[in-house]
């Protein structure tokens, strides 16, 4: 389809994508953008993309991501446009003869001649005395003998919810509407093309084109589009611990660790003494029964969020909480004893090969998707939707058409993830609150 600067376009979903998207559309001079969410509190507590912190790095087997993330990262360091959301404190990346699965390894080894070959400034660190060397001397690690990896200066985390805020207010700065409390249960229709949207409350919002970015609810809020296979929603286990303002102290000047042979990754604490951790792996699936427009039931995956005994946060598996403790006390022993604050499941979109899904649908000409983050877009949030609008507009490269494409052949890329394969969630083998204490 053809769309022009006036044309009414309606993007799904306020949280990485959409609002990304809106951000880069208002600034090509689109004037008619409205953002709905389901949440009624922006940003939304339950979106992947609120949290407490997101690793940015550009240390990617696929070299597009690896310039895409620099892009981003150089973007991130304007202070007047993202204020302090961004903390440079590097990424520390343990490469393929650590700890871990040999099927997985080349991954970091890739990313590491692409940081090299992009001119990102890192440390080569060829043993575990050079490794222990980067982090400060009060601080206790547990690697193991045959350690090696890299730091890269250029790349940190990013204070998630911040970067929302931020971009939220640029948003709504520029013109855009965004709409809280606005859950969508379905496409408006006419004569086979999409219209519109409808609304939970009854409201209708026609539009020239929708934008479907509703994260890990995408499928299972549209199962007519068929996106159960290509838009698979993970739960990933977050845990936080709370330190003491002396112990925070003591790691503040630690990296972020990152080991894509185990999946295990650590941040070091913000600014509330907080340190979150988790495993970067295929998550946990819970299984939905979603009625189609054609009347047929669909099951899909979709988001569950079992509720924690204080309110904060949300339960996660038991075996999950098992895993990140073992992990923990590999990298940060005195540390893995310590009482968890609280544990998040935290929802992502998965495609099956780690690629976006960015494209218009394949029978809806009025439909595009921008969505399937598969656990690593929010790093590019300044940035991803630029993507989205060339998109639109039919700019996008060919290559990256492809690629993005909902309907694309599977790729042969290496993945990111320890295990990808996920576990279906047993909602009776939930941590409970003395699981969190000490152990």
């Not at 099927?103 to 222990?132: C, H, V, W």
Request: aromatic content about 8%.
């Amino acid at each position: 389809m053809v769309v022009q600067k006036d044309s009414k376009i309606v993007i799904v979903g306020a949280g990485c994508f959409g609002l990304s998207a809106a951000y880069h559309l208002l600034k090509r001079g689109y004037i008619d953008i409205t953002v709905l969410d389901k949440s009624p509190i922006l940003p939304a507590p339950e979106a992947a993309s609120t949290d407490l912190n997101k690793v940015v790095r550009s240390s990617y087997s696929d070299v597009f991501y690896t310039r895409l993330a620099r892009e981003a990262i150089a973007t991130w360091k304007d202070r007047e446009e993202w204020g302090d959301a961004y903390h440079e404190s590097g990424v520390l990346v343990l490469l393929s003869d650590s700890e871990g699965d040999e099927p997985n390894a080349s991954y970091s080894d890739k990313a590491f001649m692409n940081d090299t070959a992009e001119g990102a400034l890192i440390d080569p660190l060829k043993s575990t005395e050079a490794i222990r060397a980067i982090f400060p001397p009060g601080v206790q690690t547990a690697f193991g003998e045959q350690c090696s990896g890299y730091l890269n200066k250029d790349g940190g985390w990013a204070n998630a919810s911040q970067g929302v805020v931020l971009i939220l207010d640029k948003v709504k700065s520029m013109g855009g509407r965004v709409i809280p409390d606005k859950a969508t249960i379905s496409l408006l229709k006419e004569d086979g093309k999409t219209v519109g949207v409808i609304c939970a409350d009854g409201t209708v919002y026609n539009a020239d084109l929708v934008v479907l970015s509703a994260g890990s609810w995408t499928a299972s809020t549209f199962p007519e589009l068929g996106l159960s296979s290509k838009c698979l929603s993970s739960g990933q286990c977050v845990a936080v611990i709370s330190l003491s303002p002396e112990e925070a102290q003591s790691y503040k000047d630690c990296p972020v660790y990152l080991n894509f042979n185990t999946g295990f990754y650590i941040f070091p604490p913000n600014d509330q003494n907080l340190v979150k951790f988790a495993i970067h792996s295929g998550g946990f699936t819970h299984t939905v029964v979603s009625r189609t427009a054609a009347q047929q039931d669909a099951p899909v995956t979709a988001p569950v969020f079992p509720a924690a005994p204080n309110g904060q946060g949300s339960l996660i598996p038991k075996i999950a909480l098992k895993e990140m403790r073992e992990a923990l006390a590999k990298v940060y022993p005195a540390l893995a004893t310590k009482p968890i604050s609280w544990t998040r499941m935290c929802w992502y979109t998965d495609s099956s090969d780690d690629d976006w899904v960015i494209g218009f649908h394949p029978s809806d000409p009025n439909v595009m998707l921008a969505t399937a983050g598969s656990g690593h877009a929010y790093k590019f949030l300044p940035v991803i939707g630029q993507l989205v609008a060339d998109a639109v507009e039919g700019k996008m490269d060919p290559l990256l058409v492809r690629k993005f494409a909902l309907d694309r052949p599977p790729s042969l890329a290496t993945p990111s993830r320890h295990n990808y394969l996920a576990r279906p969630l047993d909602l009776s083998q939930l941590c409970t609150a003395e699981d969190l204490l000490t152990v």
